[in-house]
């Protein structure tokens, strides 16, 4: 059974930092693609960042330059690195892993920017 669990999220003020950890259970990361997603209320899910099996990086246009993405391979976990924080990153962070057939989700961190 596959299990991500994100955690890491919270309350910071604007241009602060935070790290989101998604440990994985029942699935080897390296093998597959992998990403972070978040929502606001009221939004669509969109991607902020996506790591793929052969290590290639994707960002969304508002987090470029700001998010780095990356995995430790030996602790099966992925992480996002945020810096300089802006109240429009306010979201719940989702984890994500694509094993074909299979997209699996985590249940959702709370990330939140506010002076």
């Known amino acids: 059974q596959v299990q991500l669990v994100e955690s890491g999220g919270g309350l910071v003020q604007p241009g602060e930092s935070l790290r989101l950890s998604c440990a994985a259970s029942?699935?080897?990361?390296?093998?597959?693609?992998m990403g972070w997603y978040r929502q606001a209320p009221g939004s669509q899910r969109e991607l902020v960042a996506l790591l793929t099996s052969g290590g290639n990086t994707n960002y969304g246009d508002s987090v470029k330059g700001r998010f780095t993405v990356s995995r430790d391979n030996a602790e099966n976990t992925l992480y996002l690195q945020m810096n300089s924080l802006k109240p429009e990153d306010t979201a719940v962070y989702y984890c994500?892993?694509?094993?074909?057939?299979?997209?699996?989700w985590g249940q959702g961190t709370q990330v939140t920017v506010s002076s």
């Open positions: 994500n892993v694509v094993s074909f057939p299979n997209d699996y």
């Open positions: 029942g699935i080897i990361f390296s093998r597959n693609d």
